[in-house]
């Protein structure tokens, strides 16, 4: 899909733009049970500085998100999805999941410094370095 969207997207983007791809922490930590969602996540944060290379002068970057409270986590219920959130929060050295603006963030940083490309942040409060 990433491969797809950004082949389309590329006739309408101008030479000094630039891609933002959205992967997921799971591409760079070993978290027992992610093994499927981890690979394909890490396809995408290897696709970034392959197409950055291969694209340049456009810029292409990508944001690994960890845990982040958005309706994604509407498949728990609330219950769960809060005890999910809490045990997360615990795990994560800042304390706490993610926002959807921490995530926008990154992405604003990535898509305005014209000197970044082919790098993925990763956007976990810290959650890889614990898994």
């Keep these: 899909m990433h491969f797809a969207t950004a082949q389309a997207a590329l006739p309408l983007l101008l030479k000094d733009g630039s891609i933002t791809f959205i992967a997921a922490v799971s591409a760079h930590a070993a978290m027992p049970g992610t093994a499927g969602i981890g ?20 810029r292409v970057n990508g944001v690994s998100p960890g845990v982040i409270d958005t309706p994604w986590w509407d498949f728990l219920p609330a219950e769960q999805r809060e005890a999910a959130f809490t045990e997360y929060a615990a795990k994560t050295p800042v304390g706490r999941v993610g926002k959807p603006d921490d995530i926008a963030e990154a992405v604003a940083f990535l898509v305005t410094n014209t000197f970044m490309t082919g790098q993925v942040i990763v956007c976990d409060g810290g959650l890889r370095l614990v898994a």
């Design 39 to 58: 690979a394909a996540n890490a396809a995408v944060a290897m696709f970034v500085p392959i197409l950055a290379a291969e694209l340049r002068p456009l």
